[in-house]
């Protein structure tokens, strides 16, 4: 009888659901797979991946309507010369349309589409037109999309953030607020060659400008216009090229180093005419090589009737003195293609309205205005000594571009395309083309 009631009992308890595994210990429940992202190789959403999605155009409801400036920016933009801008504009609309409260996904997908459209429009805008020198990298337009998007969302106000970055510098929306007023929706050939040359300069700061179209510079503190003066820039057949660097230094009573080109054609015939007497009036020597270790070369050791049919790269150098082509002033720039701005002897040329007379180089109305503005009103040194260089305080950037439209009364105006550049970028190519060690002459 015991035994058979406990052999009931036992099959009682085994026939009891889960009876046997309540008296083992439950297992842990395993924790999920991590999710792993992988950094994209898109820069733009790189971008976003290193900054935890953080976002630039939905951070609030003041950014969110900013994003609407954006999307007419880009509708402008064919006015650029951006043919993409309106096709982006629609995609902006339409993505900021999806990206509804709540929705997280479509706010992912909306920046990434916002951004990416600005990204490509602030590219193009820093696009160096063909032809440009740059004589320090750092001058060169910076357009990393990762640069753009960090300056993008950095401000405190992204509407005028946007606005700031559009409009490049004061003289690019000059000229593309006139070219607005005159009916144009679309750049021409022309407006689009100087609206690309206006680009390289920049929005603010202190730094010279030659424009080379209307002969002219003018220096800028702050971003605003402080002095202008006239100058003699380079023929149509010896353009003076677009180059952006740096002024560090000047040379008083500076040596000039002939062109091979004017030693032909000035200085042989006349020492073959006038012999040594020449050279001594003149003040010219020639040098064993183009080394700062030269040594003056007799005049009696020189073919001259050589050098005035193919001068190749013999050094000759004009001594200062009354005589000097750059008379008292000569101001380089790193760029290789040795132009400068000078000094000159010769003051009615300014006169002329069409100043395009030089070989490349720059000269100067003023020379000690210009001097005075480069080193903060101090005059220059008066000294006896050749070739004297005198260190600026804090290098100065020069930039040489070409403008032949500008803003007259609010609407666009042509002032004439001297250098036949207009629509024509391969001879913008063309003028920075590197020829020799003394491309740049008076």
Known sequence: MNKLLL????????????????????KPVPAPAPIVRVAPTDPVELFYFQRSDSPIWLRNEATRAAAGRLSAILRRAP?????????????????????????????????????????????????????????????????RPDQILLTTGAGTDLA????????????????????IASGVTAADPALLSNLERARVLPATGRFALVDTGNASLTMFENGQVVDRMKVIVGTPETPTPMIASIVHYAYLNPYWEVPPALTKKIVAPGVLKGGDAYLKRNGYEVMTNW??????????????????????????????????????????????QDIF????????????????????CIRLEDAQRFYRWLYGSAAAPTTKDADVLVKLPQGVPIYLTYLTQEAADGKLASRGDPYGWDGRPDRQLAASVYTSPTRGAP
């Open 160 to 179: 005028a953030t946007l606005d700031r970055m559009a409009d490049v510098n004061p003289i690019y929306r000059s000229l593309r607020d006139a070219a």
């Open 79 to 143: 006015i650029d010369g951006f043919a993409a801008g309106p096709a982006l504009a629609a995609d902006v609309d339409a993505a900021l349309a999806a990206a509804t409260p709540g929705n997280v996904q479509a706010a992912c997908a909306a920046e990434l589409r916002l951004s990416k459209a600005w990204v490509a429009y602030m590219q193009y805008l820093r696009t160096p037109p063909k032809g440009m020198v740059y004589g320090y990298e750092m001058l060169a337009p910076h357009s």
């Open 291 to 336: 080394t700062n270790d030269a040594t003056v070369v007799p005049s009696g050791e020189v073919d001259w009737a050589k050098l005035a049919k193919d001068p190749g790269l013999v050094r000759v150098r004009q001594r200062p003195g009354p005589l000097n082509s750059l008379a008292s002033l000569k101001v380089p720039f790193p760029s290789g």
């Open 7 to 26: 052999s009931t009992t036992i099959m009682a308890l085994l026939a009891v659901p889960g009876a046997a595994e309540a008296r083992k210990k439950p």
């Open 341 to 360: 701005l000078h000094d000159t002897l010769d003051k009615t040329k300014f006169l002329k309205p069409d100043r395009h007379l030089s070989n490349g």
